[in-house]
């Protein structure tokens, strides 16, 4: 019999990262967790970055130690978080990418929306003006340093750590999508409208390629020195919430809903072209690309952010308190009054949750919150209420009827969450898988390497391999 492949997914978010090994095994999908590593912006000079090679160093010991438990994996692919980028020149890093909740890019945005309006500028690309998308991070990095863009070459995330390892530098669409850099209708950068107001050059764009595409092997030095042997590369579908997507386990992805659950809440569904009406502007959606020319037509939500950078202030204050004791102190909690818009900006960078949360609820008129155990339930219940509005929004905007929510991700690990949206937005949940990014990143891989043919097959594989849990 022949032994079953092994494949290497690196999933990178924005608060850690993981390697994991995929294979087939008796017609399901196996997983095994080889690595996990923190992963956190840092501050300098009142900025955020990323630290990019300490990144890369966690990545080369994955590398080291999938080889060891399975000496010759068929590839290796990376998913990251959106929007963020890197600069190259000569082949070396011009300095470290900046995290997307630096606050530089505001007036960057005000400057370059003076030049086109927000609606033109979403018919154009069909992503919705954020103020972390790249093309304004570039409008702030020409002004901010207005030759770094000389002579160089820029690649999203999982694309410039991809070219670190192998050398190949091409930009997968998915990552490049959520960039607002493409064009709407074709997958194409968008040379002759958008790049051209942001005076960005076109030397710094390379080559687009489609995912479950094969990216060269890893360096001939790197494996030396690694030793190990030259793992085949694949672009999978870079961006997280892409790969997740591809995980859904649905027999007609394009009646379901899905939300895609971890640092962001990613609600949306998947479409056969771009909706770019006034009303889905207005309602905040995006038109980010998918597998096999499909669009991700979804709204960006905070998401478990609000928890994390909870738990993390409190934990730097000396209050010994993991996520499973926020949910537990939130459930017995019933009909309280507390609640935020959790997509204020107010929440967005990092810093003291629990005293914005706090501030919000004060100058909002419900009164102060009584204990920690009521601020958590009121992040608890403000996402679900926000879920529920844009659900309603989404059938509003595609005609959808939605009777049933596939959550995906880590955050399904959160049973009482999950019975909250149910209640909530009065749909069937169905949870799970609860790896969906690694998962979609190996399903990338299997149709790169032909031991699937498309998305219709890697979906049945899911559906075989990880059961869901049912709320509602």
């Known amino acids: ?43 300098k000079d009142g900025h955020y970055f990323w ?26 692919s990376i998913d990251t978080w959106g929007v963020d980028y890197a600069l190259f020149r000569n082949g070396e890093l011009i300095h470290d990418p900046y995290c997307y909740r630096d606050g530089r890019t505001e007036s960057a945005m005000e400057a370059f929306h003076k030049k086109i309006s927000k609606a033109d500028f979403y018919a154009h690309n069909g992503i919705q003006p954020l103020v972390f998308n790249t093309i304004y991070q570039l409008c702030a990095e020409l002004r901010d340093r207005p030759d770094v863009l000389n002579d160089s070459t820029m690649l999203l995330m999982p694309d410039a750590l991809h070219y670190m390892l192998t050398g190949t530098a091409t930009s997968e669409v998915t990552i490049a999508s959520t960039g607002a850099l493409l064009k709407a209708n074709s997958p194409e950068w968008a040379m002759d409208d958008l790049t051209r107001l942001a005076g960005l050059p076109s030397e710094i764009f390379t080559k687009l390629v489609p995912p479950a595409t094969p990216a060269g092997c890893l360096k001939t030095e790197t494996a030396a020195r690694l ?45 056969r072209t771009a909706v770019r009406t006034q009303e889905a502007l ?56 507390f609640r935020i818009d959790p997509d204020d900006p107010v929440f967005f960078p990092p810093g003291d949750m629990p ?6 609820c004060a100058e909002h008129g419900q009164g102060e919150i009584p204990n920690d155990a009521a601020l958590v ?26 009777d049933t929510i596939n959550i995906l991700g880590g955050g399904t690990r959160d049973r009482f969450f999950m019975r909250l949206v149910a209640k909530t937005t009065g749909r069937r949940v169905l949870a799970g898988p609860t790896e969906a990014t ?18 219709v097959e890697a979906r049945d594989l899911v559906a075989k391999s990880f059961p869901l849990a049912v709320y509602g």
């Open 438 to 455: 690694a998962i979609g990143n190996i399903l990338g891989q299997m149709i790169a390497g032909g031991e699937l043919k498309n998305a």
């Open 355 to 360: 005293a914005r949360v706090r501030r919000y």
């Open 377 to 402: 339930r009121c992040i608890y219940d403000s996402l679900a209420d926000c879920f529920k509005k844009r659900i309603e929004q989404l059938e509003s905007i595609t005609g959808k009827k939605i």
């Open 227 to 271: 030793g190990i042997p030259r793992i085949p590369a694949v672009k999978c579908a870079s961006h997280d919430t892409a790969s997740a997507v591809l995980a859904m386990p649905c027999a007609d992805p394009e009646k379901a809903l899905y939300i895609s659950l971890g640092t962001w809440a990613l609600l949306g569904a998947e479409l």
């Open 1 to 43: 019999m022949e032994k079953s492949k092994s494949y290497l997914a690196f999933d990178l978010g924005a608060s850690s990262g993981r390697a994991i090994l995929g294979s087939v095994k008796n017609g399901r999908l196996e997983l095994e967790e080889i690595h996990r590593f923190k992963n956190y912006p840092y501050e």
């Open 282 to 337: 207005d309602s905040h959606f995006t038109n980010e690309r998918g597998v096999e020319d499909t669009f991700r037509f979804l709204c960006n939500i905070m998401g478990t952010w609000l928890l994390q950078e909870t738990r993390r202030t409190w934990t730097e204050q000396g209050k010994d308190i993991s996520f499973a004791d926020m949910e537990e102190t939130a459930a017995p909690l019933d009909g309280q009054a």
């Open 51 to 76: 630290n990019f090679r300490a990144l890369l160093g966690e990545l080369e010991t994955g590398l080291k130690r999938a080889v060891a438990a399975a000496p010759n994996p068929a590839s290796f």
